[in-house]
């Protein structure tokens, strides 16, 4: 079993940064690609981002393209979500989430596709 664990939430003003950290356990950490995901008050849980088990191919939700970056750390068993450029839109619970395969395959955007969740973490920007 796989136990994901955020970090690095918090609160910050509009116009800055903040970087989540994902820690992965249980698994070989270079078998899972993993993804971010946010839910926002009232919304549904949506798809911010994705990073293949190499670190090789990102993904990105029209929303945060150009201001929030996925990387990974193989040897730390950890993937990081570089946050700038905040907006209140941003405020929400973020997840990470990872699942098993060789490749990023279609359905990365969709929960469905995910086989471990980590509890969340706050985020909250203020105008």
């Known amino acids: 079993q796989v136990k994901l664990v955020e970090s690095g939430g918090g609160s910050v003003q509009a116009g800055g940064s903040l970087r989540l950290s994902c820690a992965a356990s249980g698994r070989t950490f270079g078998s899972l690609n993993m993804g971010w995901f946010r839910q926002a008050p009232g919304k549904e849980r949506a798809f911010v981002g994705v990073?293949?088990?190499?670190?090789?191919?990102?993904y990105y939700a029209d929303a945060v393209k150009g201001r929030f970056t996925i990387s990974r750390d193989n040897a730390k068993n950890t993937v990081y979500l570089q946050m700038n450029s905040l907006e209140s839109e941003d405020t929400a619970v973020y997840y990470c989430?990872?699942?098993?395969?060789?490749?990023?395959?279609?359905?990365?955007?969709?929960?469905?596709?995910?086989?471990?969740w980590g509890q969340g973490t706050q985020v909250t920007v203020s105008s």
């Open positions: 990073i293949s088990r190499s670190g090789g191919s990102m």
């Open positions: 989430a990872a699942y098993e395969a060789p490749y990023l395959s279609t359905g990365f955007e969709r929960e469905a596709r995910y086989d471990h």
